[in-house]
């Protein structure tokens, strides 16, 4: 892990919003570099800040790291990471695309993104399950994650 990576978000409880974005089957996802070795490939989302409301915390998220306006709809699942030093407790939305073209996006507090793209869950399957976000070892396609429901520790 990045050493800046952890002296942002390390030793501490992260609260997080992530949306599940598809178009037709492909879903939606963000490539960080310095969380491992190489490759993260993880739905797009990121930190609440105090104060501001899910559903605008989601979409000013998909603004910074897509590029893409979305609409926010219903809640899906929750997760928990503990992978030291991080603590997360993510919460994942069904979002809508309203608006805009995908680009590659940026993060505020350090620039660990380096591009976003959908999958379709046949790529998923080849990939290296280390460069995939927990959630993704449980599901891969549409139909999966409209199966989940409660909470996961990932």
């Not at 879903?27 to 310095?34: E, Q, Y």
């Not at 800040?49 to 000013?60: F, K, N, Q, S, V």
């Amino acid at each position: 892990m990045h050493e800046e990576i952890a002296k942002i978000y390390g030793e501490r409880l992260r609260i997080r919003v992530c949306g599940l974005l598809f178009d037709d089957e492909q879903l939606l996802l963000v490539n960080h570099h310095g969380l491992n070795t190489g490759d993260f490939w993880a739905p797009p989302g990121g930190g609440i800040e105090y104060g501001e409301p899910i559903d605008l915390a989601l979409t000013r998220e998909f603004v910074e790291e897509t590029g893409l306006s979305i609409a926010v709809h219903q809640f899906a699942f929750g997760c928990e990471l503990i992978r030291e030093p991080l603590h997360a407790i993510e919460l994942f939305f069904w979002v809508q695309r309203t608006a805009g073209h995908l680009i590659p996006g940026h993060d505020p507090e350090v620039q660990i993104i380096s591009g976003s793209r959908f999958f379709h869950p046949g790529d998923l399957q080849t990939m290296d399950t280390a460069t995939l976000h927990g959630i993704l070892q449980i599901a891969r396609s549409k139909q999966d994650f409209q199966q989940l429901t409660g909470f996961y520790r990932i």
